[in-house]
T-cell receptor
Framework: AQTVTQSQPEMSVQEAETVTLSCTYD???????LFWYKQPPSRQMILVIR??????QNATENRFSVNFQKAAKSFSLKISDSQLGDAAMYFC?????????????FGKGTKLTVNP | DAGVIQSPRHEVTEMGQEVTLRCKPI?????LFWYRQTMMRGLELLIY????????DSGMPEDRFSAKMPNASFSTLKIQPSEPRDSAVYFC??????????????FGPGTRLTVL
């Protein structure tokens, strides 16, 4: 079974600085998708960024980018120019590609605090 | 677009009572997911439907839990009888259900259930 590990329960960053959140996963499959979701205090889960495993190029969405290392099974999220609104729980998630399964497997999350 | 709609937002009930959580997916989406979030276990998939048919219910804890999707615009998750350990936030999510694609799951605001 696939597992997703986020080794940092909590992280903090100064406003306008850069922070990197770590995520590793365990799978024997070669094709899959990886996601980062944000959960602010409102509880709403919001997709931040996604990566297809077959793509070597790292995904980028404005101030958010990932460092995808397929061989190392690592998928970290970098937030540049951190803003107060970035404070939230961040969840890394995995979805297999074979078999048509849509099941998302989530890590336990990292709580990000942004200090003014 | 109204997004995924869940009701109620909060539910407090006593042990042994029946609880019904409701979800309306985004119009046009073919897949619907029920997740449970707790501090101990994180975010875990309970069941998901595609075209109103249950595809994967391996995450349903036990016979006390049941889920239905009578039509494309409505789903229920029922717990009978409820127990204190069922206290959690229950999320509903929906997606287009595109096989083989990095389909995005859109989450509702969640229902916070407290069983006394």
């Amino acid at each position: 079974a696939q597992t997703v590990t986020q080794s940092q329960p909590e992280m903090s960053v100064q406003e306008a600085e850069t922070v990197t959140l770590s995520c590793t996963y365990d799978t024997s499959e070669s094709d899959y998708y990886l996601f980062w979701y944000k959960q602010p205090p409102s509880r709403q889960m919001i997709l931040v960024i996604r990566q297809e495993a077959y793509k070597q190029q790292n995904a980028t969405e404005n101030r958010f980018s990932v460092n995808f290392q397929k061989a190392a099974k690592s998928f970290s999220l970098k937030i540049s120019d951190s803003q107060l609104g970035d404070a939230a729980m961040y969840f890394c998630a995995y979805r297999r590609d074979q078999g048509g399964s849509e099941k998302l497997v989530f890590g336990k999350g990292t709580k990000l605090t942004v200090n003014p | 677009d109204a997004g995924v709609i869940q009701s109620p937002r909060h539910e407090v009930t006593e042990m042994g009572q029946e609880v019904t959580l409701r979800c309306k997916p985004i119009s046009g989406h073919n897949s619907l997911f029920w997740y449970r979030q707790t501090m101990m276990r994180g975010l875990e998939l309970l069941i998901y439907f595609n075209n109103n048919v249950p595809i994967d219910d391996s995450g349903m804890p036990e016979d006390r839990f049941s889920a239905k999707m009578p039509n494309a615009s409505f789903s229920t998750l029922k717990i009978q009888p409820s127990e204190p350990r069922d206290s959690a936030v229950y999320f509903c999510a929906s997606s287009f259900g595109l096989a083989g694609a990095a389909d995005t799951q859109y989450f509702g605001p969640g229902t916070r259930l407290t069983v006394l």
